[in-house]
């Protein structure tokens, strides 16, 4: 079964702290794709990152960066001297890599919603 | 390019009613996906359109159902209803045609069943 678990529910930090928001996932397949999404209090979801099973390569883009293990099957986002306007609520999903049919759907986890106080 | 949208924004119906929601998808974008929000549930996918078909479904009721059309722009509709069905309802579009495709979204409608 595909699963994918955020284990911190709610995280509460000081502006320019960094912070790492953590995604465990389940999966037997060996291709996969793992996507970041933020949600803002606007409510729009907003695509950060997708990552397939093949590259696990880190990346970073500006304050944001994600690290990508399979050997503990987590893909683990970390943001860097957050900002106010990182205030949202955080989703990690999986997709399945082969298969038709329901085999397509995004598999998301619970959310970490992240408060950045000033 | 315009992002997804979707109207309602916001919508206020009482039990037994039905309603629907439209969602017109990124220009190109042939797939469709429809999920509800609620805070203890999180997302959960409802169904995926692609080219006029539903490819996918998720485990609701019968009485949600969806349709696209040729434009690729999509309606949900739910018929009856519930208390319960109070929730976001997202709207998502991609190109459809390869699996790696991400997902965007639109801002939401949000429905209170009075």
């Known amino acids: 079964a595909q699963k994918v678990t955020q284990a911190q529910t709610e995280i509460s930090v000081v502006e320019k702290e960094d912070v790492t928001l953590d995604c465990v996932y389940e999966?037997?397949?060996?291709?996969?794709?793992l996507f970041w999404y933020k949600q803002p209090p606007s409510g729009e979801l907003v695509f950060l990152i997708r990552?397939?099973?093949?590259d696990e390569q880190n990346e970073i883009s500006g304050r944001y960066s994600w690290n990508f293990q399979k050997s503990t099957s987590s893909f683990n986002f970390t943001i860097t001297a957050s900002q106010v306007v990182d205030s949202a609520v955080y989703f990690c999903?999986?997709?399945?890599?082969?298969?038709?049919?329901?085999?397509?759907?995004?598999?998301w986890g619970l959310g970490t919603s992240l408060a950045v106080n000033p | 390019k315009a992002g997804v949208t979707q109207t309602p924004r916001y919508l206020i119906k009482t039990r037994g009613q039905q309603v629907t929601l439209s969602c017109s998808p990124i220009?190109?974008?042939?797939?469709v996906s429809w999920y509800q929000q609620t805070p203890g549930q999180g997302l959960q996918f409802l169904f995926e359109?692609?080219?006029?078909?539903?490819?996918n479904k998720g485990n609701f009721p019968g009485r949600f159902s969806g349709r696209q059309f040729s434009n690729s722009r999509s309606e949900m509709n739910v018929s009856t209803l519930e208390l319960g069905d109070s929730a976001l309802y997202l709207c998502?579009?991609?190109?459809?045609?390869?699996?790696?495709?991400?997902?965007?979204f639109g801002p939401g409608t949000r429905l209170t069943v009075l």
């Open positions: 998502a579009s991609s190109l459809g045609d390869r699996r790696a495709n991400e997902q965007f």
């Open positions: 220009s190109g974008h042939r797939s």
């Open positions: 359109y692609f080219s006029e078909t539903q490819r």
């Open positions: 999966t037997r397949d060996t291709t996969y794709y």
């Open positions: 990552r397939n099973s093949f």
């Open positions: 999903a999986l997709k399945r890599g082969l298969g038709g049919g329901n085999n397509r759907k995004l598999i």
